[in-house]
């Protein structure tokens, strides 16, 4: 019967009065009346008083049927509540509810931003990510940014839980440098040609390496389980020695160069040895036509033969030296020319 009566009341609504923080609705039957002031934290929600749709909170209801009332608060996204309360007659009773959310929240932030995120495996945009209205229960997180470590784990949110997440991408790349004495050498890691030093990679991928020098005339140096770090740089310096192939071509050379040298040398000791000779012979048969001349002279003339056999013995002495000298040359050429043909194969 009170029920009955409470509809019949809610039909004579008379008035609805406003305040700051709430409405007023003036419900008037009989002189047995009570006010209801019903808050919730969020506002908005829905007010059902004995199944009845009142309006949403805040509100301020007066002129209420006294009795035992049955209060249901709902609002999206929130898990409805229900409440009895005793209105009794003059009696102003205030009912204040906190919502408690159905649903989740997530806050994802990365430094630097950009991150892409994957939940579940399933990509979900990029840092910084906010996921409102997230069923409550344990999820898998994977967050993935060029240039940085992937990282993931596992989270469990529950109901009406609003979680905040920060994290640090940590760098997936180190700092090389390698140089060698002499510079210019080819650098390979893994087998590929990166670049000649001096080298420098400020961005190189974290791991382990093979690395390679190779320089022309030198030899190579190949260094294995090279370990890039993201913490510590790595500097390397290596000396590159000489190969032996070049030292062999170098002594080859200078035994080619030491030959002809040689050939050169005993060629033109011979040749101008023997064009020496050349010319003393050339003097000696011109001092010994000055004889002839001179004993023609000496058997035609009538007086001065003592001039004349000094003239033919002067000549004579020079023809003498001459031949000496022309002797000396042309042995000399002799042996340098032997020098000159022993040398060819050395």
């Avoid at 209060?71 to 009773?93: F, R």
């Avoid at 961005?203 to 390496?209: A, D, E, H, R, T």
Wanted: net charge positive; with cysteine.
């Amino acid at each position: 019967m009170k029920y009955m009566a409470f509809i019949i009341s809610l039909l004579y609504i008379t008035t609805i009065n406003a305040s700051d923080d709430s409405s007023g609705v003036n419900i008037q039957k009989n002189d047995e009346k009570g006010t209801l002031r019903i808050l919730s934290q969020p506002v908005g929600a829905k007010i059902i008083i004995n199944g009845l749709v009142i309006g949403v909170t805040p509100l301020k209801i007066m002129n209420v049927d006294t009795g035992k009332l049955r209060v249901k608060l709902a609002l999206p996204g929130y898990e409805p509540i229900e409440d009895s309360v005793i209105l009794n007659g003059g009696e102003t009773v205030a009912i204040e509810k906190k919502m408690t959310g159905i649903y989740a929240n997530l806050s994802l932030s990365t430094t630097p931003p950009g991150a892409t995120l994957f939940i579940n495996n399933q990509p979900c945009g990029t840092t910084p990510f906010h996921g409102s209205n997230m069923s409550p229960g344990s999820y898998h997180l994977r967050l993935e940014l060029p240039g940085y470590e992937s990282m993931e784990g596992n989270i469990i949110l529950k109901t009406g839980e609003s979680r905040t997440v920060e994290k640090k991408m940590i760098g997936a790349y180190g700092k090389l440098s390698v140089s060698t004495t002499p510079p210019g050498a080819t650098v390979f890691f893994n087998d590929k040609q990166s670049g000649i030093t001096p080298y420098l990679d400020e961005k190189m991928k974290c791991g382990v390496y093979s690395l390679k020098l190779e320089i022309p005339g030198y030899a190579g140096i190949t260094t294995e389980n090279i370990t890039i770090n993201k913490e510590t740089p790595t500097n390397l310096q290596y000396t590159l020695l000489r190969s032996k192939a070049w030292i062999d071509s170098v002594d080859a050379a200078r035994h080619r160069h030491g030959r002809l040298v040689r050939r050169i040398l005993f060629g033109s000791l011979a040749a101008a040895t023997a064009g020496a000779g050349w010319y003393f012979d050339s003097r000696v048969s011109d001092e010994v036509k000055k004889q002839n001349k001179i004993q023609s002279e000496y058997d035609k003339a009538t007086s001065g033969f003592g001039d004349l056999a000094k003239r033919y013995d002067d000549a004579g002495n020079k023809a003498h030296d001459y031949a000496i000298t022309r002797n000396i040359l042309y042995s000399l050429s002799g042996i340098f020319a032997i020098g000159f043909v022993v040398s060819i194969p050395f």
